[in-house]
């Protein structure tokens, strides 16, 4: 069996930052008392990528990041210092590179069409015989002979083939893709001769012990995730999936794997932070401030429509194909429109049906709720009585039905993920840290008993799942998201901040949402670099696809926006109020920062740390979150907090928590790995605390910062805890009798209570 994780750390590889650099680190993150290092994908990618997600060789490891060879090194000095290594893998989709001939199976396809022993790799509809490549950048262009090929610019083609390149913009694409990517084409790696030639390398390194876990990239891409998690399931390994949880949504239970990567808890615990008393003021702030819905819900559904109209029109076109074929006497406009209303209308990302199975209970309801509130909208509800059972896969089975309840499942999760994460999410900015990966930003908040309680069930059904406060994937960090969450405790004082900053700065033609969204990146960033903050307002614009798009963008509007950001960034007397207000709420941000950290760290579930976090993390959306990282910093901190310095300032502070609990987890697996156990608080002001116990460790943390201080502290607010004495293992402090909370939280707003020998 391969080691019990106690916690992760996450590294993001680049050419910059490869495995030699990766390697550099073994004996910090040791330190730091991490089991296990989580690499970013580290097969063969685009020469140059970023990420390592647009993968172009599954038969070798990146020579970018330093080759097999390097691996190797990496790992060993990892073993040596008794670190395990989990790898992100990609088995929904393949890079289609510039030029189109670094990827050998892509380039076979296109010069052999269906007959090329590469076909079956990806999901190409061949009914006209010829793969569509969308590289032209007008309608008018050609490729241009070159020797024994075709070029146009970057991109290279076979001098004859099975493909027929159009303009880019083109909806006629007939393979499938990662969401709206056309240049990440689709992998059938339900196919078993597929899934065994892409995942050769990483079942090897598993094998061999180099690799002790997997974390499984986007599985609802893929046509059936839970057949794919058996195909994958090995005697060792700790597998986690990239899935996104929605409302009450639990992982299918029936799935072979340790849980998720974490976004879940993320919006468990940011709740817990946020005042549900600011709803009510916040709201009616932002309907002032922008004009903009009280509520979120028609933003959505206006957004998912968009994304089905102008974002996702091949994918919608394919399936509407294959539903006229089933149903060949119904309107194909009449089919399209009951099932863009169908997907508008899902719930999660999407059900999880198998063709030649009963629907499982989750499922069913998930596709009856998309039911109910498509046939409120629609005017034909006989036909949609029709497509129901075809999209639940019942009434007889032949290839164009299974596929049909495939492709609607591989519809519905970018619908989701373009329609309200990438666009819904930049367009209602009511409260942004709300608006996060897997988050609902129509739940305010989250009460310790809701906390309590989904704890609970994680720690019975998903003991080792992942927890995480930030990814490469978040929208913002999560010292950010702490900052902002502030605001909920002082409506009236931001909406008076936001309103000075209005009028004192220039006129602009910025729309209202995207000015309300600006300052609060600025003060969430604070002190926010120019350069950062256009290129954050960048892509937040054109997430947004209002006035400006990445297909469509308008590069006048564009440009008054980031114009309007400097100039706002340039105004001293501004910029001084900003700061002042950045300070008037740093003291509440540290507790929430410190306390969610903690949270985290201590709940059920592995932790994960992502790269750099253990201090303040401060950045935005990627590739803000991919800068470099100050590791030679972070070794002299941890070096001298392990000499007995007291903490200075918050990244002390954070990575004081940081350590010691990551390194009583190590010492302590059976704590940390058996069940959650709420601890009363009593007293004026328990609902400031949130306290629970992980086997022989009690974890307290302050919340609602800013309204304990206005309330007088913490008076005669108490731990309902028997036993001790206690020792707190942050600050090295003992309490032989009496848990009083203006004692235990003192020196910080949080404590790990062991009891004393």
């Given at each position: 069996m391969s080691r019990r994780p106690t916690a992760t750390y996450r590294l993001q590889l680049r050419r910059e930052f490869g495995f030699a650099e990766a390697g550099e680190l073994a004996g910090y993150l040791a330190a730091l008392g991490v089991s296990h290092v989580y690499l970013s994908p580290i097969l063969q990618a685009v020469p140059g990528s970023a990420h390592g997600y647009d993968v172009i060789d599954h038969a070798r490891i990146s020579d970018d990041l330093g080759g097999e060879e390097g691996f190797r090194a990496m790992a060993a000095r990892m073993r040596a210092h008794g670190l395990s290594i989990i790898v992100d893998i990609v088995p929904n989709h393949m890079a289609i590179p510039a030029p189109e001939s670094l990827n050998r199976a892509f380039f076979?396809?296109?010069?052999?069409?269906?007959?090329?022993?590469?076909?079956r790799w990806f999901d190409v509809d061949w009914s006209e015989g010829v793969i569509v490549v969308p590289v032209l950048g007008s309608p008018d262009d050609e490729l241009r002979p070159d020797g024994d090929v075709l070029r146009y610019h970057d991109h290279v083609f076979p001098r004859e083939g099975c493909y027929r390149a159009t303009h880019w913009r083109e909806p006629d694409l007939n393979y499938r893709r990662f969401f709206d990517i056309s240049t990440l084409?689709?992998?059938?790696?339900?196919d078993s001769e597929v899934f065994d030639a892409t995942h050769a390398v990483i079942l090897r390194l598993l094998d061999e012990g180099l690799i002790d876990g997997l974390r499984i990239d986007h599985p609802d891409g893929l046509a059936d995730p839970r057949g794919y998690l058996r195909r994958l399931d090995r005697p060792r390994g700790w597998v986690v999936v990239e899935k996104i949880l929605i409302g009450e949504e639990t992982l299918p239970a029936d799935w072979p794997c340790a849980g998720t990567t974490g976004y879940d808890a993320l919006g468990m615990i940011g709740g817990l932070f946020v005042d549900p008393a600011g709803d009510k003021p916040l709201t009616e702030a932002y309907t002032a401030l922008t004009g903009g819905p009280a509520d979120f819900t028609e933003v959505e559904r206006t957004a998912r429509r968009f994304a089905a109209d102008r974002i996702l029109v091949p994918e919608v076109r394919r399936l509407t194909a294959l539903l006229t074929r089933i149903l060949p006497d119904a309107d194909p406009d009449a089919l399209r429109e009951v099932l863009v209303e169908l997907l508008v209308a899902m719930p999660v990302y999407r059900a999880y049906i198998v063709p030649g199975e009963e629907p499982p209970a989750q499922?069913?309801?998930?596709?009856?709720?998309?039911?109910?509130?498509?046939?409120?909208?629609?005017?034909?509800g006989d036909l949609l009585d029709k497509v129901i059972p075809l999209v639940l896969g019942l009434g007889g089975r032949d290839a164009v039905r299974d596929e049909f309840v495939v492709r609607f499942q591989q519809t519905s999760a970018p619908m989701t993920a373009k329609g309200v994460e990438d666009t819904a999410f930049?367009?209602?900015s009511r409260l942004a840290p709300l608006n996060e990966v897997g988050g609902d930003p129509t739940r305010f908040a989250v009460s310790p008993e809701e906390f309590h309680a989904y704890c609970a069930r994680i720690a019975a059904d998903r003991p080792r799942t992942l927890t995480t406060l930030s990814t490469h994937d978040t929208k913002r960090q999560e010292d950010v998201r702490a900052r902002l969450a502030v605001l909920s405790e002082l409506p009236d004082e931001w909406v008076a901040a936001v309103g000075r900053w209005r009028s004192r700065a220039p006129e602009s033609t910025l729309e209202p949402d995207l000015d309300y969204l600006m300052w609060q990146t600025i003060v969430g960033a604070w002190p926010l670099p120019?350069?950062?903050?256009?290129?954050?307002?960048?892509?937040?614009?054109?997430?947004?696809?209002?006035?400006?798009?990445?297909?469509?963008?308008?590069?006048?509007?564009?440009?008054?926006?980031?114009?309007?950001?400097?100039?706002?960034?340039?105004?001293?007397?501004?910029?001084?109020?900003?700061?002042?207000?950045?300070?008037?709420?740093?003291?509440?941000?540290?507790?929430?920062?410190?306390?969610?950290?903690?949270?985290?760290?201590?709940?059920?579930?592995?932790?994960?740390?992502?790269?750099?976090?253990?201090?303040t993390g401060l950045s935005l959306v990627d590739p803000d979150n991919r800068r470099s990282v100050d590791y030679a910093r972070r070794r002299e901190l941890l070096a001298d907090l392990d000499a007995g310095t007291t903490p200075a300032d918050l990244d002390g502070e954070k990575l004081l928590i940081t350590s010691r609990l990551l390194r009583l987890r190590e010492r302590h697996p059976d704590w940390f790995e058996g069940g959650h156990e709420p601890v009363t608080v009593t007293g004026p002001a328990a609902a400031h605390a949130v306290a629970f116990r992980r086997g022989g460790a009690v974890v307290v943390a302050t919340r609602l910062p800013a309204g304990l201080e206005r309330r007088g502290g913490w008076g005669a607010t108490r731990l309902d805890l028997p036993g001790g004495p206690w020792h707190d293992v942050l600050t090295d402090q003992s309490y032989p009798s009496g848990l009083e909370l203006s004692g235990v939280l003192l020196l910080l707003p949080v404590a790990v209570l062991i009891e004393a020998p």
């Open positions: 076979d396809v296109l010069r052999q069409g269906p007959d090329s022993p590469y076909a084409i689709g992998l059938r790696v339900e499922a069913l309801e998930i596709v009856a709720q998309a039911a109910a509130e498509a046939r409120a909208v629609l005017p034909d930049y367009r209602w120019a350069d950062r903050l256009r290129e954050y307002l960048t892509k937040a614009m054109r997430e947004a696809r209002s006035r400006t798009s990445w297909t469509d963008p308008d590069p006048a509007y564009e440009e008054a926006v980031l114009a309007h950001a400097d100039a706002v960034l340039a105004d001293p007397v501004l910029t001084a109020d900003v700061a002042r207000f950045a300070d008037r709420i740093a003291p509440y941000a540290r507790v929430n920062s410190i306390s969610q950290k903690l949270v985290q760290l201590a709940m059920p579930g592995v932790p994960d740390v992502y790269q750099g976090c253990e201090l």
